[in-house]
């Protein structure tokens, strides 16, 4: 299928540092990522060059090594004839990448809950109070953001930097669905649920009780995922023998 021919109506760009000097390559990439992780360019969308390059009044050299630079982090492909585009997975991949997600993350957090001190249960626990916000205002945008939050500060404390990098990549590949923002409000609530016995478990120190409540987390989230719309466009199709 064609690229989206139109980018979306975006938010405003983050000024550059210095205004006098203009973006920065570094700037242009973090803003890119910005864009992409936080649903303004949904799957599938074009990401031409001129325009981009146009929005950050820049040639079109370090907007095309930002791009590249997200290809290598999966956020973005590049297809001949159609450009470049934020990657789109199939229904299939999706829930490949949560199995991928949930056995990384669960590496990490046998490692992390024993490693955690003060500052890192201080983290965890103001992250799930946005998460408690998000959830009584009814925001999927905020509550998907910080889900992403919450989880990685309960993985990162584990002090297994290439583990947890990896446990980032995987999720950064799942991000422009937005899954959170398509499942239920009702969903939402039971998935926040787990989430509240994950904390308490992570706070008292218990991996045995922090990892099976992360096992029923993911098995929710799996069942979750496989019920996502694959009619509206949001999932490629699949690839075809032929096309191999």
Request: charge should be negative; glycine fraction near 6%.
């Amino acid at each position: 299928m064609p690229s989206r021919s139109r980018l979306p109506r975006l938010p405003e760009l983050t000024p550059a540092a210095d205004p006098r000097r203009g973006y920065s390559q570094q700037e242009i990439l973090g803003e890119l990522r910005r864009l992409i992780l936080e649903g303004n360019l949904p799957p599938g969308t074009g990401l031409p060059l001129r325009e981009f390059a146009k929005r950050f009044d820049v040639s079109a050299i370090p907007v095309r090594e930002s791009l590249q630079t997200l290809i290598g982090e999966g956020l973005v492909e590049h297809r001949p004839n159609f450009g470049y585009t934020v990657t789109r997975l199939t229904a299939a991949e999706l829930r490949e990448l949560y199995v991928v997600r949930e056995r990384l993350e669960s590496a990490a957090l046998a490692a992390a809950v024993r490693q955690a001190d003060t500052e890192d249960h201080r983290l965890a626990t103001e992250s799930h109070a946005r998460l408690e916000r998000a959830v009584l205002d009814d925001d999927p945008a905020a509550y998907h953001r910080e889900t992403r939050i919450f989880h990685l500060a309960l993985t990162r404390p584990s002090g297994m930097a290439r583990l947890v990098h990896m446990l980032e990549y995987a999720w950064n590949i799942t991000e422009p669905v937005q899954p959170m923002v398509h499942v239920s409000t009702g969903e939402r609530v039971v998935l926040h649920a787990d989430h509240s016995r994950q904390l308490a478990a992570f706070l008292a120190g218990d991996a045995e009780a922090l990892l099976a409540a992360t096992e029923q987390h993911h098995a929710r989230l799996n069942h979750v995922v496989s019920g996502l719309p694959t009619d509206t466009g949001l999932f490629a199709e699949p690839t075809s023998p032929e096309d191999i």
